[in-house]
Structures are given as structure tokens and as C-alpha cells.
């Protein structure tokens, strides 16, 4: 092709150019733009100001529910848009007339809509900025019409592993596709969960049981899903997959009996979150949250213990708070033989009442007020006790019995009476010959 050829197209495609811009059509379509932009900006802005949900920005403490409804607020106008413009492209081609400036506003509008949903909804900082200079670029090229030669030219820059063909298509779309679901699964795991947790007529064991099998179906989604796109044919999978099951069972049968017993003591309610627990090998400690494999024990002294699930169900386990968080305890002291034990104990009992943590008070059962009881007799004094009720465990921040301890000695004080120690009388039977 000569140099006159070159002019030639280009003053034909330049003609062509003008040609559309003076058209009356265009003029057309710019008012038609003008029109459905209008109108979407109206519509958009009277249901997010007519709807609290859109409207109100929510705080922290909000319903998972009530934060992605104000979210949708945001992307409202670009999705409107998106649909007007769609039916006048649509009613365009049937009027038999080119409607390429509806085509180019439709295009920018689905990239301003693509980028409302990153800002609306994406909050971690890299993940937004992988969407805005990854996902926006491939859906632009996909708009204009590019992305087609783009992903035939990777397709042909491939190798061969054995009876494999590995491309730079195939490596990058898993890749993308690979971050893309595992961070959508991480979202809608933990916005399931919330919204789980929020719901006031489910009771504690039941939301972790429902979180649980939300948590296991969404992972099996996103495996499967991912499967699909590195190309894995799933039914000869399921056919080998008989043949190696057998052997990662036996490798796995550890988690697996972990995962159900997980499983098992949600449904059968006898263990759930905040109940406090000693097991068989003296470690104690609050369930503060169920894994699938394990279960977190947070202990007084600020330590996360992680014990199997199999291990609650297998191992000796003492429950204290799991119907009643009301218990039992007991302080024990000491008092001289000579001293008046009626009268003492009434007045230590009046004295252990008065803490505040001690359940005491005519609304009280008679059998949990505070009371003071022989328990034996000793070689140097007579062995007291106190045995008094409180709402849960008596340590860490809830620590009564040492409190109680200082109380007791400080009224015994008060009162002339002295805690005993061990005393030894020494006789000489035979003054003389010791001398």
C-alpha cells in the first residue's frame, strides 16, 4: 500500500468521523444521555434518601445487614444507568440506526459501576488496589472488544509438561481467578458468620453450628469452583478420588474425628461459647470460639489454650458453668478451743454476706446464703469453714475468696479472737536429775 492509499483511508475514515458527528442521530443520543442520566441520578437519589437503611451511614456496632444496605446506596446511579442505557442500545438496534454514543456511555458506565462496588465493598486496602489496576483494565479490554486476541495470543505461549499444556492464559487465570475466590470466600465467610451471630432467636450452640456448616459449605463451593477453572475434569477426579480416599482417610481420620466431634458436642449443647471448663489433665480455662478442628480456651492468666474437639468428648471434663453460672465455695480458717463458736459464727457469716459479689439476702434460698460450720477438731484450735454462693468462677477478676480470707481475719480481730498455731507443752517430769 502507497502513501496516496494511506490518505485515502484515512481522509474516508475521517469523512466517516464528521460524518457521524454532525449527525442528527448523535444529537439524538446526547439528549437521550442527558435525559437517562437525569433520570437516573433522580431515582437513585430518592431511594437512598427515602429508605433509612441506604441513607443512614451506620456505625461499627451495626447489623452485617444494615452496613451492606447502606453500601448498595452507593452503587445505586451507576446501576440504574447501566439498565437505561442498556434498553435505549436495545431500542436503538431495532430502530435499524448505529447508536454508538449510547454504546460508549453504556461502557463507561459499567466501569463506573465496577469501581462504586470496589469502593462500596472492598475494604481491604490491597485487595481494592488489585481490582482497580487489574480487574478494570481486563474489563475495559473486554468492553472494547481486545480481550479476545489478548487471551488468543497467551494461549499460544504454552509448554508441554508430559500429556499436559501449561500457557501463560491458563497460569494467569488461575492465578486471577484463584485470588479472586478465595478472597470472595473470606468475605462471605465472615459476613455469613455475623450475620449468623447477629440472629437474637438462634441460641449459642445453634450459631456455632450454623456458622460451622456455612463455614464447610463455602470452602467445598470455592474448592470446586477452582477445580472447574484450572480445568480439572471433576468426574475422573471422583473416580480416582474412590481409589485414594481410603489413603487419605487413614492420613486425615485425626481432623476428620476432630471435625465431628466439633460437630457432635454443638448439636448435643454440652459445651458452648463463655462456659467454663477443666479438663481431665487439670487445664481450665472460658471456650471463647470453636475451630474446625480445635476449640480456644482462654485462661486467667491471659493464655489461649487449643484443645482438640475429640478431646472434650474422649477425656474427662468438668463443666462449671454450663447449666448454672451460680457456685459453690468454700473458705476454711481456725479458731482457739476457748472461743465462744455460737456467737462467732453469726458474726461471720454477717461479715461474708456483705461482699458484694456473695449471694446473700431474704430473696436468696435459704440454702445458698452465706453459713459457718465446724468442720473439725484440730490439734491446736477448732477447723472452721465458710461455705458461700456467686455468680460465676471465683478467680481472675471475679477472685472472692481470697477477699473473703482478709475479711474473716480483720472480724475475728475485732472481735478479740486470734487465728491458733501450732503450740507444744514441755513437762519436767524429774526436776533433780535434770539438774
Same mark, same amino acid.
Given at each position: ?6 490518505l485515502?483511508?484515512i ?11 454532525t449527525?442528527t442521530q ?15 441520578f433522580?431515582?437513585?437519589?430518592k ?19 444494615r ?5 448498595i ?13 442498556q434498553v435505549?442500545r ?10 454508538w454514543v449510547?454504546q460508549v456511555?453504556?461502557?463507561v458506565?459499567i466501569?463506573?459501576f465496577?469501581?462504586s462496588?470496589?469502593r462500596?465493598?472492598?475494604?481491604h486496602h490491597?485487595?481494592? &488496589? #488489585? !481490582?482497580?489496576?487489574?480487574? @478494570?483494565?481486563? =474489563? ?5 472488544? +481486545?480481550?479476545?486476541?489478548? $487471551? ?11 500429556n499436559?499444556d501449561?500457557?501463560?492464559?491458563g ?7 484463584g485470588?479472586?475466590l ?8 465472615s459476613f455469613?458468620k455475623?450475620?449468623?451471630?447477629r ?8 450459631k456455632?453450628?450454623f456458622?460451622?456448616l456455612?463455614?464447610? &459449605? #463455602? !470452602?467445598?463451593?470455592i474448592? @470446586?469452583?477452582? =477445580?472447574n477453572?484450572?480445568?480439572?475434569? +471433576?468426574?475422573?477426579?471422583? $473416580? ?19 471435625f ?5 458436642i454443638?448439636l ?7 462456659d ?9 480455662g ?9 476449640a480456644v ?8 489454650? #487449643?484443645v ?6 474422649s ?20 479458731v482457739?478451743?476457748a ?5 462467732m ?14 449471694l ?10 452465706p453459713?459457718?460450720e465446724?468442720?473439725?477438731?484440730g ?14 468462677v ?8 481470697g ?16 487465728i491458733p ?15
Amino acid at each position: 500500500m502507497d502513501f496516496s492509499s494511506i490518505l485515502t483511508v484515512i481522509n474516508d475514515n475521517l469523512d466517516k468521523g464528521l460524518a457521524l458527528i454532525t449527525s442528527t442521530q448523535t444529537y439524538v443520543q446526547l439528549a437521550m444521555l442527558v435525559v437517562i442520566y437525569g433520570i437516573a441520578f433522580g431515582v437513585a437519589y430518592k431511594i437512598r434518601h427515602s429508605i433509612g437503611l441506604t441513607h443512614n451511614e451506620p456505625d461499627d456496632v451495626a447489623h452485617p445487614l444494615r452496613k451492606f444496605a447502606y453500601r448498595i446506596g452507593g452503587v445505586l446511579f451507576p446501576l440504574i444507568a447501566i439498565l437505561l442505557l442498556q434498553v435505549s442500545r436495545k431500542a436503538g438496534e431495532n430502530l435499524e440506526y448505529t447508536p454508538w454514543v449510547i454504546q460508549v456511555a453504556l461502557s463507561v458506565a459499567i466501569l463506573l459501576f465496577f469501581s462504586s462496588i470496589i469502593r462500596a465493598f472492598v475494604t481491604h486496602h490491597y485487595a481494592a &488496589t #488489585l !481490582f482497580r489496576w487489574v480487574g @478494570l483494565p481486563i =474489563l475495559f479490554l473486554h468492553l472494547v472488544g +481486545l480481550l479476545p486476541s489478548i $487471551v488468543s495470543a497467551l494461549e499460544e505461549m504454552s509448554m508441554s509438561v508430559g500429556n499436559v499444556d501449561i500457557s501463560v492464559y491458563g497460569v494467569v487465570r488461575v492465578l486471577l481467578f484463584g485470588g479472586f475466590l478465595f478472597w470472595l470466600g473470606r468475605v462471605s465467610n465472615s459476613f455469613g458468620k455475623a450475620v449468623i451471630k447477629r440472629q437474637e432467636s438462634l441460641d449459642i450452640p445453634t450459631k456455632e453450628v450454623f456458622s460451622k456448616l456455612f463455614e464447610v &459449605t #463455602l !470452602f467445598c463451593i470455592i474448592v @470446586l469452583l477452582l =477445580l472447574n477453572v484450572m480445568g480439572i475434569n +471433576l468426574t475422573t477426579l471422583a $473416580v480416582f478420588g474412590g481409589a485414594v480416599g481410603v489413603g487419605i482417610g487413614l492420613g486425615l481420620q485425626s481432623i476428620a474425628s476432630n471435625f465431628i466431634s466439633g460437630i457432635i458436642i454443638l448439636l448435643d449443647r454440652s459445651l458452648t461459647v463463655g462456659d467454663f471448663v477443666e479438663l481431665g489433665d487439670g487445664q481450665k480455662g472460658f471456650v471463647r470460639e470453636f475451630k474446625m478442628r480445635y476449640a480456644v480456651l482462654e485462661t486467667y492468666d491471659g493464655k489461649d489454650i #487449643l484443645v482438640p474437639n475429640e478431646k472434650f468428648i474422649s477425656d474427662f471434663l468438668v463443666n462449671w458453668t454450663h447449666k448454672d453460672p451460680k457456685q459453690r465455695y468454700r473458705v476454711d480458717f481456725s479458731v482457739p478451743y476457748a472461743t465462744d463458736v455460737r456467737s462467732m459464727v453469726e458474726f461471720i457469716k454477717v461479715a461474708v454476706a456483705e461482699h458484694p459479689q456473695v449471694l446473700s439476702g431474704e430473696s436468696v434460698p435459704f440454702e445458698e446464703r452465706p453459713d459457718c460450720e465446724i468442720d473439725s477438731f484440730g490439734d491446736s484450735g477448732i477447723n472452721m469453714f465458710v461455705e458461700f454462693w456467686m455468680i460465676g468462677v471465683d478467680d481472675g477478676k471475679n477472685r472472692v475468696g481470697g477477699d473473703l480470707m482478709l475479711t474473716i481475719l480483720e472480724t475475728l480481730r475485732e472481735h478479740g479472737i486470734e487465728i491458733p498455731f501450732p503450740q507444744r507443752e514441755v513437762r519436767i517430769l524429774d526436776p533433780e536429775q535434770q539438774a
